[in-house]
């Protein structure tokens, strides 16, 4: 591997590009293909791989996190060669999608080196600190420019192989992440006003953040999504869920068109969980649902089969980080196997890596890849 | 008198209240009550509220609004206590790692450890393996906890063991490791003597780890 210099990373992006068409111009069809038949409810002639993988892409890649948080080549770079690498289908631009409306917003901000980027201190530490706050231009501020110039260049380079993912944080999780947690969760109890009118500025921003997204893309965006992982419970509790989180995602939804959101799910058992999960589907107006804790006794994956099969909607079933990282191959293939032989026959639906850790060893996001791969070829036929 | 204003602490723990937990123990301490009975009812509070959690009446909200209701109490209090005596279970010195801001889970812990009646020093936020050192040779604790919410941080779980084996201070405590990135299989990496996979079961793993 080439010590990546300023110089020189153009050259390995473009040999990393080459690799990756080259890889993926022999498959029967694209990552774009297979998605939208996945979005429709069809059967593509298999299941498409895509990975939330970024520290440990950065690992394998010989970059910092720091880098690829930082810098939109470096990002791709990495992206890329984890795709090479382990042969999915698909890089993919976001790390650390919970901090840019933020950091664009003026949040003090700390870049370890081989960490994600954090928030230093809430923006509104007081209610009247709302009111100093503008709408940014994405275009300029914070790590907008670098969002949206790493997702260009990633659909600039790959041609039709390239596939536009674009994340924006969802107005709960955006709310912590300016507010702060107990701020917010106090908000709620004490001035509800207020914590709906937070929200409201979030839904503000995000709308913003999404336009300049799209328009820098011209239009083609594969995957709009939400990330909302402070909304799911118990970090969030079922009522906060139906009195806030669901109300002003459905307003952001409303604004910008169905999106992927991913939120407001239990992640432990709780009572009525069948019904929160459909709800959160439902009144958000979201494109798909997402669960993960799918290896939970309390979750069985004919259960989520048989909600995803009377609301029509495609799901996502994310393999979690600790399952990733901490079981072994044999395990893993097992695993997928089992979802895929569940959860996929007839389509609609798609099995994805839920965040690699950095530390993850290669051979499990390898038996990831090549589960998914073997087991995921349409019909559907495992024993 | 002293009876109803522990009880009305108690429910503004239970409840999450932390300005009326604050004025309670204001009037607890006024009437005369002793700190050490005040902080026994406000572990009575804090076991009712892990409970209503396991039960799944309460969820991470209320485990943190009553947290802060409780340690509204605990600011009122603890400096009036001398000496860390035997009326603690046992002591705790607490921190994020080094790296790492997040510390809503470290709160949670913190504040349901003291309501079982553990004294814990907390160290807060991004903490070196530097600071946790001075910190146990000072406070002389039995345990050392420390929590990683982001996967790329676990490292430094794994450095702060070794730190303090060079220190010389690994042997003196016992080590406890939690957060939502960290997973059973980690006691072993890092090199931790124990893992607790949320709040509650946090007091349950200390307990034992200082043999009560």
Redesign the interface.
């Known amino acids: 591997m080439a010590k990546l210099t300023e110089a020189n990373i153009d050259v390995e992006i473009d040999k990393l590009v080459e690799q990756f068409t080259d890889m993926a111009s022999k498959e029967p069809q694209s990552m774009m293909e297979r998605f939208t038949k996945v979005m429709m409810f069809q059967e593509p002639d298999r299941l498409p791989v895509f990975m939330q993988i970024h520290d440990h892409a950065a690992r394998v890649a010989g970059v910092t996190v720091r880098d690829i948080c930082t810098n939109a080549k470096k990002m791709l770079y990495a992206q890329l060669f984890a795709a090479v690498k382990y042969k999915f289908d698909t890089p993919g631009f976001f790390a650390d999608a919970y901090n840019y409306e933020a950091e664009a917003l003026g949040a003090k901000m700390l870049f370890p080196e081989d960490s994600f980027p954090v928030i230093l201190e809430p923006l509104v530490k007081e209610p009247k600190d709302l009111e100093k706050l503008d709408i940014p231009d994405f275009t300029k501020a914070g790590r907008g420019p670098y969002i949206i110039e790493g997702s260009k260049l990633c659909l600039e380079k790959l041609g039709k192989y390239g596939f536009a993912f674009l994340v924006a944080s969802a107005p709960w999780s955006m709310a912590v992440q300016i507010r702060g947690f107990n701020n917010l969760v106090r908000d709620t109890r004490k001035n509800p006003e207020f914590a709906h009118k937070l929200l409201d500025f979030c839904n503000d921003v995000i709308e913003a953040f999404v336009k300049a997204q799209k328009e820098a893309l011209g239009g083609v965006v594969a995957f709009p999504a939400l990330a909302d992982a402070f909304s799911c419970i118990p970090p969030t509790s079922p009522q906060l869920v139906y009195d806030y989180v669901i109300p002003h995602t459905a307003e952001i939804m409303k604004r910008l068109g169905p999106m992927m959101w991913a939120g407001g799910f239990p992640i432990m058992e709780i009572p009525d969980w069948e019904q929160i999960v459909e709800d959160v589907v439902v009144k958000t107006g979201s494109l798909v649902g997402m669960v993960v804790m799918l290896e939970s006794d309390w979750l069985p994956p004919e259960k989520i089969k048989e909600i995803s099969n009377r609301l029509k909607k495609p799901w996502f079933f994310g393999v979690r980080a600790g399952i990733i990282s901490k079981w072994t191959p044999t395990e893993i293939e097992k695993h997928v196997k089992n979802l895929i032989k569940v959860l996929c026959p007839g389509g609609g639906c798609a099995v994805f890596g839920d965040q690699v850790p950095r530390d993850t060893p290669p051979e499990n996001v390898q038996a990831l890849v090549n589960s998914i791969k073997r087991y995921g070829k349409f019909p559907i036929s495992i024993k | 008198m002293v009876e109803t204003a522990l009880s009305k602490l108690k429910d503004a723990i239970i409840n999450?209240e932390p300005d009326a937990a604050k004025t309670e123990t204001q009037k607890l301490l006024k009437d005369g009550a002793k700190p050490v009975d005040i902080i026994k009812g406000m572990g009575k509070a804090m076991d009712a509220v892990g409970k209503k959690?396991e039960a799944?009446e309460?969820?991470?909200?209320?485990l943190?609004?009553s947290a802060?209701a409780m340690n509204e109490g605990l600011k009122l209090i603890l400096p009036k206590l001398q000496t860390v005596g035997k009326e603690f279970v046992g002591k705790i010195v607490m921190g994020v790692c080094q790296?790492?801001?997040?510390d809503?889970g470290k709160?949670i812990v913190v504040a349901m450890l003291r309501g079982a009646g553990f004294y814990v020093v907390d160290l807060g936020i991004d903490v070196s393996p530097q600071k946790f050192i001075e910190a146990i040779k000072k406070e002389k604790p039995q345990i050392v906890g420390a929590s990683s919410y982001?996967?790329?941080?676990?490292?430094e779980l794994r450095k702060l063991n070794e730190e303090l084996k060079k220190a010389g201070v690994r042997k003196n405590v016992k080590y406890l490791i939690g957060g939502a990135?960290v997973?059973p299989?980690h006691v072993q990496d890092v090199g931790a003597d124990a893992f607790a996979n949320d709040a509650i079961e946090a007091i349950d793993v200390a307990k034992k780890l200082v043999g009560k």
Not at chain 2, 58 to 62: E, L
Not at chain 2, 150 to 155: A, E, Y
């Open positions: 999450g959690y799944k309460y969820f991470v909200p209320d943190v609004m802060e790296g790492d801001v997040h809503i709160n982001i996967s790329t941080t676990i490292d990135s997973y299989k």
